[in-house]
T-cell receptor, first 111, second 115 residues
Framework: DAKTTQPTSMDCAEGRAANLPCNHS???????VYWYRQIHSQGPQYIIH???NNETNEMASLIITEDRKSSTLILPHATLRDTAVYYC????????????FGSGTQLTVLP | EAGVVQSPRYKIIEKKQPVAFWCNPI?????LYWYLQNLGQGPELLIR????????DSQLPKDRFSAERLKGVDSTLKIQPAELGDSAVYLC?????????????FGEGSRLTVL
């Protein structure tokens, strides 16, 4: 599975878009990019995943670069409840159940 | 739809004592996982079940850890005897098997403190 690199921490003002980057330069053609988040004292929560195309759901948007070496998770209007650790995970389609979490990015939404 | 239920939420024991954690997955989810999360780190997989079969237990320290999922529904993770280094959060997750998108549903975890 692809190694991913994320900043340790980021701040964002409430109401603004939060853009969380992830580098996955070793990702292979059949590996998806998954994003999970973990709010303090809770279990991780699935956000979104994608392969090549940009994806959007009710929680966030995922922008994957054309060369697939990096991606950005966008929370369009961050709220205080979005304060959490965000994990970017690269995983092949055959191993979709074997998620390997790194240390993630601590996003703090400021009032 | 009820989520993944874990108990107890918190457990404090002295070293060398046994401890057990229980997990009830989402109804209809055939795949069940136990993860370990140390402070400041991401979760690490301990064991994965497909129905009642443990299909990946390579990261489970088998000298003191054991797990079971006898009827392919709920599961128990046991540590005997507990050591100081076992203090962590133990997370249970479940997912569907057929047409799985990789979305795992996690419980709130069981926080273990070993004194």
């Amino acid at each position: 599975d692809a190694k991913t690199t994320q900043p340790t921490s980021m701040d964002c003002a409430e109401g603004r878009a939060a853009n969380l980057p992830c580098n996955h330069s070793t990702i292979s053609g059949n590996e998806y990019v998954y994003w999970y988040r973990q709010i303090h004292s809770q279990g991780p929560q699935y956000i979104i995943h994608g392969l090549k195309n940009n994806e959007t759901n009710e929680m966030a948007s995922l922008i994957i670069t054309e060369d697939r070496k990096s991606s950005t998770l966008i929370l369009p209007h961050a709220t205080l409840r979005d304060t959490a650790v965000y994990y970017c995970i690269g995983i092949s389609s055959g191993s979709a159940r074997q998620l390997t979490f790194g240390s993630g990015t601590q996003l703090t939404v400021l009032p | 739809e009820a989520g993944v239920v874990q108990s107890p939420r918190y457990k404090i024991i002295e070293k060398k004592q046994p401890v057990a954690f229980w997990c009830n997955p989402i109804s209809g989810h055939n795949t069940l996982y136990w993860y370990l999360q140390n402070l400041g780190q991401g979760p690490e997989l301990l064991i994965r079940y497909e129905n009642e079969e443990a299909v990946d237990d390579s990261q489970l320290p088998k000298d003191r850890f054991s797990a079971e999922r006898l009827k392919g529904v709920d599961s128990t993770l046991k540590i005997q005897p507990a050591e100081l280094g076992d203090s962590a959060v133990y997370l249970c997750a479940s997912s569907r098997s057929a047409g799985d998108t990789g979305e795992l549903f996690f419980g709130e975890g069981s926080r273990l403190t070993v004194l």
